[in-house]
């Protein structure tokens, strides 16, 4: 009898191996009784998505997740979104299938899609297979165009899927089973920070008489300008003398010249008398 090739063998073991990890999960998942090793303090929420789940009725509001609360620094909360899975017998019209979308608080209230290009977080469209989608809370991703989740924010999700329309975005399942779900995410409380007391100098009233008086003695400058004077011109010059003569001999000069114009405008009365 010949035996089994090696690598035939080995790839047989790893699809066998595979196959049974995939049920291991699908029991565990379905049961509820698994959850992935995470860290202090974070949580690991598992909603399974379909109309059945007692989340979404409507007389409870266990729709509403807080997620990241008292959690550390780095440490977020994940929530695991499992999709239906049916058994190859399962009839087509007993099968759920969803698109989850990632929706502002208006269309969340409504049920009304009005993004013509809204986030879509899920598609659930293969019954057969095991589906889910983990979803980590944390303000940044590595990845581009990743979903962010700022602290002190709520973020909307719902599926306006029908049975037989899965791109409907207007009612369907959020209308007839309200599947939809909010999830909080906590927003740490600072405390205030603390500064160093500012001393303030602020004086000091005393009703009390000191000992001894001091006789404080006020002094003021008086600073007087006076008004310039003006100094009239004199006739006589002190520092030039020779003009002072100059102008006298000038004065002389004119008083005789008077004098011999009357006298000779006198001549003719005198020469007519003789």
């Not at 196959?19 to 999960?25: F, T």
């Not at 440490?75 to 399962?90: A, F, K, S």
């Not at 297979?129 to 990845?143: A, C, D, H, N, S």
């Amino acid at each position: 009898m010949r035996g089994i090739p090696s690598d035939l063998s080995a790839m047989s073991w790893q699809r066998c191996s595979g196959m049974a990890l995939g049920w291991i999960v699908v029991i565990c998942l379905w049961l509820g009784g698994c959850s992935a090793v995470m860290p202090n303090g974070a949580k690991e929420y598992v909603i399974h998505w379909n109309s059945s789940n007692p989340i979404f009725r409507i007389d409870n509001t266990d729709n509403v997740i807080d997620v990241n609360k008292d959690n550390t620094k780095f440490e977020y909360d994940q929530v695991n979104l499992i999709c239906p899975v049916y058994m190859p017998e399962t009839k087509e019209d007993e099968m759920e299938k969803y698109i989850i979308y990632n929706v502002s608080k208006d269309e969340f209230d409504t049920c009304r899609i009005t993004n013509p290009n809204p986030r879509i977080i899920a598609v659930c469209d293969k019954p057969f297979k095991l589906m889910y989608f983990t979803i980590t809370f944390r303000p940044f991703t590595p990845q581009p165009g990743g979903l962010e989740f700022t602290p002190g924010k709520d973020y909307y999700f719902i599926s306006t899927s029908t049975a037989d329309d899965l791109h409907r975005r207007i009612g369907g399942k959020c209308t007839t089973h309200n599947m939809k779900i909010v999830f909080k995410v906590w927003a740490p409380t600072h405390e205030p920070t603390t500064r160093s007391p500012v001393s303030v100098a602020r004086p000091i009233w005393s009703s009390q008489v000191p000992p001894q008086r001091t006789t404080y003695i006020m002094t003021t400058t008086t600073t007087t300008t006076k008004p310039p004077t003006t100094t009239k011109k004199s006739k006589t010059y002190h520092k030039h003398p020779n003009e002072v003569v100059k102008s006298e001999e000038l004065t002389l000069g004119g008083s005789n010249l008077k004098l011999n114009l009357v006298l000779l405008g006198a001549m003719p009365l005198v020469l007519a008398l003789r």
